[in-house]
């Protein structure tokens, strides 16, 4: 059975889809968004994350590192990232958990095991599974075989995604998702690129043929003040989306400050995220009002 | 209704805030009269004590009539605001606590017995060998008789009885009845009086209406909605002050009611909305007598149950106007008190779990979820019939008991299990010693596997339990000696044609339980033995033991009490062999704390309800092998320790799958601290986790909506948040008026759950 690079495995999750879901995290995203709140799952290998709010000091992981990675004296302790290859020994004897690997290889026995433990739960609030990420579409193929197994127990699938991979991926799985929630970052390009890295092209595209395949689609628009929430883009959006078929619901997502941890855990900048501030309510409001006036079904999520 | 009733409740509080600054008030003149009348006879039977206790109570007692209140039911008896009764000192609980006063010599041994091991946190009972709280008077019986129906029963029985006893028991019964009917023309007269000087229409009708009533009620049955409803109060209050209890129970309304109200608005004499605000008023009515904002005092003795929901005895659902009325008040109210028990079964209406539902994402904080599916088979299994298990209600937090015809011995007498284990493990010699005293302690020294370590601990557990047990039926033949139950007993079922009181197996039924503290710790110590002494063999039980009593202090040791934290298994984090592990343990447990003679006629049944004292005890324990550092909380009645970890919802609730919580007729409670915003859930997310738990055979369900942020904040700016109202466990509090540490301890289990 093959497998894939897990991040991790959400029970309980509620604003990831229809009822209580639990959500699955793969590794490895082609976009970049500068305020991604998962980064761990940007990579697509496992990577070292640091807390060492929890140090005990009894430098184990010291002797453990086989890179000299690790630097650990009177006034710092840290880790040079470019030593480092994130081969866990240190996680391995740090008990109190100040160092850990994110990213766990799995089969499909594996996550199916996790997944059917909150089978009432799906069965109860209309639940089910998520896949999501990083980019789940990257894993096309073994969310052919994952997929299976989860259709077969007769819980609902939703992909979570960025669609920015090439639109045969979607052929590979399509029959058997439920619902894609799809995420559109900017109708800008320029603007997509500088949030995103890349251009929105292949993006708008591959909704698009979704849509025209009928395919049940909510549309996730994280929104950032000064950057996204321009009535030019959400006119855009709005124009967009109104030509899709098959979309039932627009959540919009505003962009809160809560990966600090995260980022300080991988020595990632996240600057561009706190040196802003959170996307006010009320902005998100008059977005909501804008897609409701234009006869379109939109929530805060 | 909110607004409208504002200005209502703000009058009704300033009244009673206004007259119970004033408490305790002096009845030396009364306590004066007791003694000398005591003086003159004191030969006295029991009953005859109390008989005489009646009639000069109800002789001298004054009593208030609140102009702004719609009920009457004050009795100025000398108790301290916000206490239930029932307890010394004298100076704090009123002329009712006089019988327990003088008969103290009766309950000090007793109460000096455990003292020892309660100071050690061994244990902790509630001082009392005969549980007064989480009693249920039959309130049915009132009102299918009234006073006087009861007294001609009463009367019949006496007339062919030639026992000594039985005759005196009889006669103190007629003595209490005559006492409550005349404690209600003292309420008629009051209103009558003040009626003479008010202008107030307002006032005027409301008084006209108490006197009036008060002229009938509790003399005949109720024969309206108001009658009824304050009967319980009236009740309620009579049976606390004259024959000294702490009932925790205020009726299980929307069953008992629900006649009289359609009966009221089909006959044109009450809206929908009159008796809207009567309930209103009737929930106001323990969060205004008491004061729950003094600073720094857990008001656990200010805790009032209230049941709604369940079932009928032939089966059929309770669920009706009054219940949607009820929840709807409650989180519009957003109360301390009551507790409301909310009955609800899988087969109810979808209506209603979704009225449930919108109590919980309202934000109210002071109503416990209570699972029929399991209740019900529960209570069949500690004996008690079909018909009669269906009406349960609670008692003090949410322990189940049969109205009018059971006594069910709870939350009185508490085991610590850590230190129980603790014990078997090192047993620190000075506490050995007196611990020999009750029971003989095994030791696992000699252990070669886990096995034998679990069949120790196991036999010590049972020794406990039969320690424990044996004491309390060695004094059950004083309870009708300390304090005989005359008036309360007319009100149960049996009493009156037995010709026995409450106190002495007049009831049908008798049940005691003994609650178990930390289980989910004790798991966890269970597990680390097994597999890091016994498999892995990582380090002997010696060492293990040194390092904890240690408080791992030693160096090197904090690395290790860091491996036992997060590298061996613990319960609650969902995994099937720890889900099997710990089903066998309460499966275990729950057999052999059950069975052993109550000295009522009735038996042992397990327990798993820990009030607060999973907190209490763990602070006062040493560390454990789980990891857990000396001086902090234990796990939570049936759930997982929540120390220094995470709790997932979905895990901490599935991991209960494999128990089978109908073993414990004595309650298991979940308690979930929601981390999440409020605005953000919709109330199907709650229909869908109250489902969740039945499927998972849950029994109680408690939930704690509020984020840590709002703890925090409510910490430094206590002013700022006086209303904000939490679950501390078996009852509810203004968050502002906790003890800091309990503060503390809340703001830390919040931040596991994150
Ligand atoms: S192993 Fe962990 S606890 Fe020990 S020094 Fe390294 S980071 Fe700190
Ligand atoms: S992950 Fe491996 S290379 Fe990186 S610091 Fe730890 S031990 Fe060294």
Redesign the interface.
């Known amino acids: 059975m093959s497998g894939a690079l897990i991040s991790r495995i959400q029970?309980?999750s509620?604003?990831d889809g229809d009822?209580?879901r639990t959500t699955v995290f793969f590794k490895g995203c082609p976009l970049h968004c500068r305020w991604c709140h998962n980064p761990e799952t940007i990579t697509p290998d496992r990577i070292l994350m640091t807390h060492f709010e929890k140090c005990?000091g009894?430098r184990?992981c010291l002797e453990a590192c086989p890179h000299k990675a690790i630097v650990f004296d009177e006034n710092r302790h840290f880790v040079k990232r470019e030593l480092c290859d994130s081969c866990g020994r240190c996680a391995e004897v740090c008990?109190?958990?100040a160092m850990t690997i994110n990213g766990q290889y799995c089969d499909v026995g594996e996550i199916m095991k996790e997944i059917d433990?909150?089978k009432?739960?799906y069965a109860?609030?209309k639940?089910g599974v998520t896949l999501s990420g990083g980019e789940p579409m990257l894993h096309a193929d073994f969310i052919r075989e994952l997929g299976s197994a989860i259709i077969e127990r007769g819980y609902t699938l939703f992909i979570d995604t960025a669609g920015y991979v090439p639109f045969r991926e979607f052929e590979k799985i399509n029959d058997l998702v439920d619902t894609y929630l799809y995420d559109i970052k900017s109708m800008n390009p320029d603007t997509h690129r500088f949030i995103t890295g890349k251009d929105n092209a292949l993006i708008l595209e591959n909704v698009r043929k979704l849509s025209d395949l009928g395919k049940d689609i909510i549309i996730r628009m994280p929104i950032m003040e000064d950057v996204n929430d321009s009535d030019e883009n959400i006119s855009a959006a709005i124009a967009f989306i109104k030509e899709l078929k098959s979309v039932r619901q627009i959540d919009i997502l505003p962009i809160h400050k809560l990966a600090s941890a995260k980022y300080r855990s991988l020595d990632l900048d996240y600057s561009f995220v706190e040196d802003r501030k959170e996307t006010d309510k009320t902005v998100i409001r008059k977005i909501i009002e804008r897609f409701v006036e234009n006869g379109m079904n939109a929530k805060e999520n | 209704m909110k607004n409208h009733f504002r200005e209502k409740k703000k009058q009704m509080f300033e009244e009673f805030d206004a007259f119970y600054s004033g408490y305790p008030a002096d009845v030396s003149d009364i306590l004066e009269k007791l003694d000398e009348e005591d003086r003159k006879e004191p030969d006295r039977t029991p009953y005859r004590l109390k008989a005489m206790q009646y009639r000069i109570l109800s002789e001298n007692c004054r009593v208030k009539v609140f102009r702004h209140c719609p009920f009457y039911f004050e009795i100025v008896s000398g108790i301290a605001r916000g206490r239930l009764g029932a307890k010394l000192p004298l100076s704090e609980s009123g002329f009712g606590s006089w019988i327990i006063e003088r008969n103290r010599k009766i309950n000090d041994p007793f109460v000096e017995f455990f003292k020892p091991y309660e100071e050690g946190y061994f244990l902790h009972s509630l001082s009392k060998f005969f549980d007064v709280t989480h009693i249920i008077p039959g309130y049915e019986n009132v009102f299918a008789y009234g006073f006087n129906g009861l007294k001609n029963r009463v009367l019949d029985k006496l007339a062919n009885e030639s026992d000594p006893e039985r005759l005196d028991f009889y006669k103190a019964m007629i003595q209490g009845l005559d006492a409550g009917m005349l404690v209600a023309e003292k309420f008629a007269a009051e209103a009558d009086r003040m009626l003479k000087e008010e202008n107030d229409p307002d006032v005027i009708r409301n008084l006209t209406r108490i006197r009036e009533s008060a002229l009938r009620c509790p003399k005949e049955a109720p024969r309206t909605f108001y009658e009824a409803l304050n009967t319980y109060w009236f009740l309620h209050e009579l049976l606390k002050i004259f024959d000294c209890l702490s009932i925790a129970t205020i009726g299980h309304i929307d069953r008992e009611l629900i006649t009289y109200y359609r009966n009221d608005i089909s006959k044109g004499i009450l809206t929908r909305q009159e008796a809207e605000e009567l309930i209103y008023y009737y929930l106001l009515i323990t969060d205004g007598i008491f004061d729950y904002y003094e600073q720094g005092r857990d008001h656990l003795n200010a805790n009032m149950a209230l049941t709604i929901g369940g079932q009928n005895p032939d089966g059929s659902p309770v669920y009706n106007e009054i219940t949607s009325i009820v929840l709807k008040a409650m989180s519009e109210l957003k109360l301390v008190n009551p507790n409301v028990s909310v009955r609800v079964g899988s087969q109810d209406d979808p209506q209603y779990f979704k009225e449930i539902a919108e109590m919980i994402a309202g934000g109210c904080n002071n109503y416990s979820i209570i699972n029929d599916d399991t209740a019900i088979p529960s209570l069949v299994r500690a004996g008690i019939p079909l018909e009669d298990a269906r009406i349960y209600g609670t008692g003090g937090c949410q322990e189940t008991v049969v109205p009018n015809k059971h006594h069910f011995m709870r939350a009185f007498m508490y085991i610590n299990l850590p230190i129980l284990f603790n014990m078997s493990l090192h047993g620190k010699t000075e506490d050995r010693e007196y611990l020999e005293k009750l029971f003989p302690l095994a030791f696992f020294n000699e252990a070669t596997n886990y096995e034998e370590v679990y069949r120790i601990f196991l036999k010590n557990f049972r020794e406990y339990c039969l320690a424990v047990s044996a004491k309390f039926r060695e004094y059950a033949p004083y309870a009708k000696i300390y304090n005989p139950l005359p008036l309360y007993s007319t009100t149960v079922d049996d009493c009156i044609d037995k010709g026995k009181d409450y106190t002495d197996s007049g009831a049908r039924f008798y049940n005691a339980s003994i609650s178990l503290v930390g289980v989910g710790t004790l798991i966890d110590m269970l597990y680390t033995v097994k597999t890091e002494v016994f498999e892995k063999r990582n380090f002997t039980l010696k060492q293990l033991s040194d390092m904890a009593m240690n408080d791992f202090e030693g160096p090197?040791e904090?690395?290790v009490r860091?491996?036992l934290?997060?590298?061996v298994k613990k319960y609650g984090n969902?995994e099937e062999e720890l889900n099997r592990f710990a089903a066998k343990i309460f499966h275990d447990l729950a057999e052999l704390s059950s069975g052993m003679d109550d000295g009522f006629g009735g038996r042992y049944v397990a327990s798993l309800f820990s009030y607060n004292w999973y907190a209490k005890m763990g602070f006062h324990t040493e560390a454990t092998l789980d990891g857990r550092k000396a001086g902090k909380a234990f796990s939570r009645s049936i759930g997982p320790s929540e120390y220094g970890k995470t709790i997932?919802?979905?895990?901490a609730i599935?991991s209960i799958s494999r128990i089978d919580s109908t073993e414990y007729p004595g309650i298991t409670v979940l308690y979930l601290d929601m981390p999440?915003t409020r605005n953000?859930?919709n109330t199907?997310?709650y229909v869908?986790l109250l489902?969740?738990f039945m499927?998972?055979g849950g029994y109680v369900l408690q939930l704690n909506i509020v984020d840590r942020e709002t703890l925090i904040a409510a910490r430094e700016e206590p002013d700022k948040y006086r209303n904000l109202v939490v679950r501390v466990c078996g009852f509810s509090e203004y968050f502002v008026s906790l003890k800091p540490e309990r503060q503390e301890e809340m703001i830390n289990r919040n931040e596991a759950s994150q």
Do not use: M, T, W
């Open positions: 029970r309980f509620l604003h009822g209580v005990i009894c184990a008990f109190p958990e433990k909150d009432e739960l109860l609030s639940g | 090197g904090e690395r860091q491996y934290l997060n590298r969902d997932e919802i979905s895990k599935h999440y953000r859930l199907q997310f869908d489902r969740y499927v998972n």
